[in-house]
């Protein structure tokens, strides 16, 4: 009996996740067990328990895996790539604070086919899942905006630059300007201290400061946030 369109479509959605952040870990496999069109194989923190997770002789081909890049023991760039190589139907995509050029076009040439910031909460991240099952391909707007740039020929040398806070760093930096402590602001925000970190120093970054002090005079003189 032929398979109908109605049958494929309980067909839930296999999903593999590679995260070292366990709140966003928690996070993503909550989202991914409450919808009923995925079916969570495996959650993992770590490059050795991903690549070990691929070999195994058993694993069940995941439809997308969901992997970060800053990994605690290397790079999730080679679990992509192992993915690929073992299961070449399978759609990895990215989650990551790294929105790099470098990082995004290696990524790409390992395999990816979506790449995601990881200002996208937990359910847009499904649902970002079902764009690419269904033959998408998810890139956050920043990080198309930097490819679009690339391929154009260049006209101005600090367009090169890209000094646009992120809605995650941006509330970040809206707590600290508030007084809260890293540990408070990892708390509001349903991530780890190490990701708060990371965001502090992107936005020190863009913002060409080195302080806290420095970091809310800048981000009130240039309209991103309200005067503490």
Same mark, same amino acid.
Request: a positive charge.
């Given at each position: 009996?032929?398979t109908?369109?109605? @049958?494929?479509? =309980? ?7 590679v995260e070292d952040?366990a709140?966003c ?5 909550s ?6 069109d995925?079916r969570?194989l495996?959650a993992?923190? @770590?490059?050795? $328990? %991903? ?5 195994r002789k058993s694993? $069940?081909?995941p439809d ?8 605690p ?7 992509i %790539?192992?993915?690929? !190589? *073992?299961w070449? #139907?399978? %759609? ?9 050029? /470098? ?5 790409i040439?390992?395999g990816?086919?979506?790449y995601l910031?990881?200002d996208?909460p937990?359910?847009?991240?499904? #649902?970002e899942? +079902? ?5 998408g391909?998810p890139i956050?707007?920043?990080v /198309? +905006? ?5 391929r154009?020929p260049?006209v101005?040398p600090?367009a090169?630059t890209?000094?646009t806070?992120? !809605? *995650? $760093? =941006?509330?970040v930096?809206r707590?600290v300007?508030?007084g809260?402590?890293?540990? $408070?602001? %990892?708390?509001?925000l349903?991530v780890?201290?190490h990701t708060v970190?990371s965001?502090?120093? *992107?936005?020190y ?6 302080? *806290?002090v420095? !970091?809310?005079h800048a981000g009130? +003189?240039?309209?991103?946030i309200d005067?503490?």
């Open positions: 009996m032929p109908t369109s109605s @049958s494929l479509a =309980t067909t839930p959605i296999r999903v593999a996740v952040d709140a870990r928690i996070a993503l496999v989202a991914l067990n409450a919808a009923g995925m969570l495996w993992v923190a @770590s490059r050795a $328990e %991903a690549l070990a997770a691929v070999a694993a $069940e081909q997308v895996l969901l992997v970060d890049l800053g990994l023991d290397g790079s999730g760039l080679e679990v %790539a192992a993915a690929r !190589a *073992r070449p #139907d399978a %759609a990895p995509m990215v989650s990551t604070i790294f929105g790099d050029e /470098a990082n995004v076009l290696r990524a040439e390992a990816a086919l979506g910031l990881k996208v937990a359910q847009g991240v499904v #649902d899942v +079902r764009h690419l099952h269904a033959g391909s956050s707007p920043m /198309a +905006r930097k490819l679009l740039l690339r154009q260049p101005e600090a090169e890209d000094t806070l992120s !809605a *995650r $760093e =941006t509330e930096l707590l300007a508030r809260h402590t890293l540990d $408070e602001v %990892a708390q509001a349903g780890s201290r970190r965001f502090v120093r *992107r936005l970054a863009k913002l060409q400061v080195k302080t *806290r420095e !970091a809310v009130v +003189r240039q309209g991103i005067a503490p």
